[in-house]
């Protein structure tokens, strides 16, 4: 019997994605840029990160325009995002065929006391995280893959490098802890037994784990892959640097090579200049998107 | 035992190099031309096809897997791996261009269309779990090509000689029969 939206079909397409770069893109001509650096996907959106915390106010699901235009002018998967605990938002993406939804902090939460219910949907869904507890409620709840949240829209990778060292740490603890130890674990991490149960019998998380917020150079995709990511989301570092295609191609060839420094040092030769970062000392504490998500 | 490389440069990587630690091979990663040398196969994986292609390009590796598959270097190609390995493309120039197939990608639309069912491929086993992510499907074969299996009316596995392609992930599953017959009657 065929059957679609399986958690192996959801969590599949995330497998198909490892070792690549997913692009944020706000229309069919970066989609194209994109796509023809080698991105494994694009993320449809009405702002890049960046723009959004200029913008301020409140950040909504792209206009559907937007993301049928992206759909339209690629044949690689195209994923969009929709506001944490936003049903409706998840189910209009989903209605219109987008390959994976991003139930992103990024924008504005609709809910602050729960996420979307994900295991509900044929479509799969990315989450963000921090920690373990917060990658394993995600799960929980359905999501087919993780991000590690960063600090999104701010071109500095020391909140995306701290959010992949604490979930790689967290995971290698379970990992050597003993079977009669994890309910304590899952009590302190607020995170689901049985899934602690899991991943200590895989020696890793059941489902991929991207890095994102704040990769702005070749080296910091490899720098995240370095550090355990399974890939990496570049949000504002593409286009918002001084040469996107010549970024983008760049960050793909060093998360491909990541061990390769000479290569890296080669294809980093005059990039340009990269997008503009911020100080994360200088974000006010509501400003900080990666509080987002319960 | 058997030296298999699985192309590296992007993909369910993993999953075929354990799979084929398990049947008793020594798996090699293929991220540049030097990890090429004294293969007895190659293992194309699922990935995405157009990130694949470009890496090909600008990492010089498209030629020398070409002519390796030319010169009868057994290959097997899952999804991508089969889009890869195609002589024609329906909606595409080809890329290595060595397996004597039609190729369509993205023939069961989106991935809220991707599916899993069971298979019976009379020449390998019954009940053998296939996942569908936005797969392609092989629309035509050549004279010499041999139909392993169909689904709803369309090839999803085919084998060209020492070319094997199928449509589907058979390594996101633990069932390890269609490597299996790779490894053991193609290798």
């Known amino acids: ?294 | 035992m058997k030296r298999i490389g699985v192309l590296a440069l992007q993909g369910a990587v993993r999953e075929h190099v354990q799979m084929l630690k398990d049947l008793g091979c020594e798996a090699i990663q293929v991220k540049s031309k030097q990890d090429l040398v004294k293969l007895d196969a190659l293992v194309l994986p699922g990935g995405e096809s157009t990130t694949m292609r470009k890496l090909l390009d600008r990492f010089d590796l498209l030629k020398p897997i070409r002519e390796l598959a030319q010169q009868g270097l057994p290959m097997f190609g899952t999804c991508a791996g089969l889009i890869l390995l195609a002589n024609h493309l329906v909606d595409d120039e080809p890329h290595l261009a060595v397996m004597d197939v039609v190729v369509a990608r993205n023939s069961y639309g989106r991935q809220v269309d991707s599916f899993e069912i069971k298979l019976d491929i009379p020449k390998i086993g019954v009940d053998i779990p296939a996942v569908f992510i936005r797969a392609p499907h092989i629309e035509a074969v050549g004279k010499n090509v041999e139909i392993l299996a169909h689904h709803e009316g369309k090839i999803i596995l085919a084998q060209d000689g020492h070319l094997l392609g199928c449509s589907f992930h058979p390594e996101l599953t633990p069932d390890t029969r269609i490597l299996e017959y790779f490894v053991s009657s193609m290798v």
């Open chain 1, 1 to 294: 019997m065929k059957q679609t939206g399986t958690e192996l079909v959801k969590r599949g397409m995330a497998e198909m994605q490892k070792g690549g770069v997913i692009m944020d893109v706000i229309n069919a001509e970066q989609a194209k840029i994109a796509e023809a650096a080698g991105a494994v996907a694009v993320m449809a959106l009405e702002r890049v990160p960046s723009d959004i915390r200029k913008a301020g106010g409140v950040a909504r699901m792209a206009d559907p325009r937007i993301v049928e235009e992206v759909m339209g002018a690629v044949s690689i998967p195209v994923m969009a995002k929709a506001r944490i605990g936003h049903i409706v938002e998840a189910r209009i993406l989903e209605a219109m065929g987008v390959d994976y939804i991003d139930e992103s902090e990024v924008l504005t939460p609709a809910d602050e006391e729960y996420h979307l219910l994900k295991s509900d949907y044929t479509v799969p869904f990315v989450c963000g995280c921090r920690d373990l507890g917060e990658a394993a409620r995600r799960i929980g709840e359905g999501a087919s893959m993780l991000r590690t949240k960063g600090e999104p829209g701010t071109g500095n990778i020391v909140e995306a490098v701290r959010h992949i060292r604490k979930v790689n740490a967290q995971v290698r603890k379970v990992v050597g802890m003993t079977e009669d130890e994890l309910m304590t674990e899952a009590k302190l991490l607020g995170a689901p037994f049985e899934l602690l149960r899991e991943i200590k019998r895989l020696g890793r998380l059941p489902v991929v784990n991207f890095a994102a917020g704040g990769v702005a150079t070749p080296a910091d995709a490899a720098l995240m892959m370095e550090l355990g990511a399974d890939g990496v989301f570049v949000g504002s570092g593409i286009f918002k640097s001084e040469n996107p295609e010549k970024f983008a191609r760049a960050i793909v060839e060093a998360t491909t090579h990541y061990k390769d420094y000479k290569l890296i040092a080669e294809i980093s030769k005059e990039l340009g200049v990269p997008m503009k970062g911020i100080d994360i000392a200088q974000l006010g504490q509501n400003e900080r998107m990666q509080e987002r998500g319960w």
